[in-house]
């Protein structure tokens, strides 16, 4: 399975219009690829918190649509990171669009965990509710959103769910770029799992972003890390390692807290 995070840049001066037209030639460039993954709200900028009103779009708005079409283009399954949208209630969201590599819509996922504390997007967003699962071919993903990774609980569910991989499109600064890195290895290891992590690159809203992309398999180990640049990064995986990581170390099946009491034994 061959996978491709591509860690664009989303700096001032360039409408949203143009970047979207870019990051569908980006992704038509991926043409060969299984699965292709963005950045967290790359139209906007996921500091850019006073744009997210105007620049919030239904969800299927003109970034689904030419997403939609870039995959289909491509031939790819596409994460296409996340947009800021708007329900028809009004509420807006940091959602998550994945698309079959015919253009359709496989699953889109609201961001649980909302940064922010008591600020930016923690009080113009509202909350997603449901973790979310896709099927991909070779194996099952489990969708998370940037500070979504410092919550383990979140993940245990996806994994209870049946993921994988788990992939995390994400605006991370450059100042916490430790915590970044840290937080998707451990993520790996503690799920058995592969970590798909995909960071924006450049500066926006006057904050630089931390880029290093990030590949982790089931043990922990990087497979593959970008720089701070506007990077393409593209690895190859073996699905199969995840079920015999889970084989060979079978730390999951020792779990005792957050799992459903067993049943009550029947009177006799």
Known sequence: MRASLLQIAVNEGESVESRR????????????????????LWTTGAFAYEDFGGEAEPLRGPTYEAMAKAASDAGVWLHAGSIPERDPDGTLYN???????????????????????????????????EPVTVRLPQTTAGLATCYDLRFPELFRALVDAGAEILVIPAG???????????????????????????????????????????????????LAEAGAGEEVLTVDLDPAKVAATRQQFPALKDRVLGLAPPPAPRPS
């Open 21 to 40: 037209r870019r990051v569908s030639s980006l992704v038509r460039e991926q043409a060969g690829a299984d699965l292709v993954v963005l950045p967290e």
């Open 95 to 129: 959602t998550s669009l994945v698309f079959t590599p015919s253009g359709d819509l496989a699953a889109a996922y609201r961001k649980i965990h909302r940064f922010g504390f008591d600020e930016g997007e923690a009080v113009l967003m509202g909350a997603g509710r």
């Open 172 to 222: 991370w600064p450059e100042r916490r770029r430790a915590h970044w890195t840290l937080l998707a290895r451990a993520r790996a290891v503690e799920n058995q799992a592969f970590v798909l992590a995909c960071g924006t690159a450049g500066t926006h809203a006057g904050v630089p972003q931390a880029g290093h992309s990030i590949v982790v398999d089931p043990w922990g180990e990087v």
